[in-house]
């Protein structure tokens, strides 16, 4: 299972900092994502890391404002958001794939989250 947390309200040119702890199963080898899903749009791919964090994958509107890192120890992967846009306000998903290649394609990933929040002000 995947859950994440860190969403909310915070203005344009702010940061957040989400979190998607694993737990029940093991995820040995898995590359993980965040996707996000604004409103009366599409599922989007936002980032990925590959098993050893060596690998990482953004998309053009985020790439330079969005970090993604992880600690297998803590089961734990993060996406910190820096400079926030009113564009960026949607659900934000943390998935998983049983194997080590980042992917920027949602049918690819096979355990998702329940989504957080996040929210940007202008």
């Known amino acids: 299972q995947l859950g994440e947390s860190g969403g909310g309200l915070v203005q344009a040119g702010g940061s957040l900092r989400l979190s998607c702890v694993r737990s029940g199963r093991t995820f040995s080898n898995h590359a993980m994502a965040w996707f996000r899903q604004a409103p009366g749009k599409e599922r989007e791919f936002v980032a990925a890391v590959s098993w050893t964090g060596a690998i990482t994958q953004y998309a053009d509107s985020v790439k330079g404002r969005f970090t993604l890192s992880r600690d297998n120890v803590k089961k734990t992967i993060y996406l910190q958001m820096d400079r926030l846009k009113p564009e960026d306000t949607a659900v934000y998903y943390c998935?998983?794939?049983?194997?080590?290649?980042?992917?920027?394609?949602?049918?690819?990933?096979?355990?998702w989250g329940q989504g957080t929040q996040v929210t940007v002000s202008s």
């Open positions: 998935a998983s794939r049983p194997t080590d290649k980042v992917s920027n394609v949602r049918s690819d990933y096979t355990y």
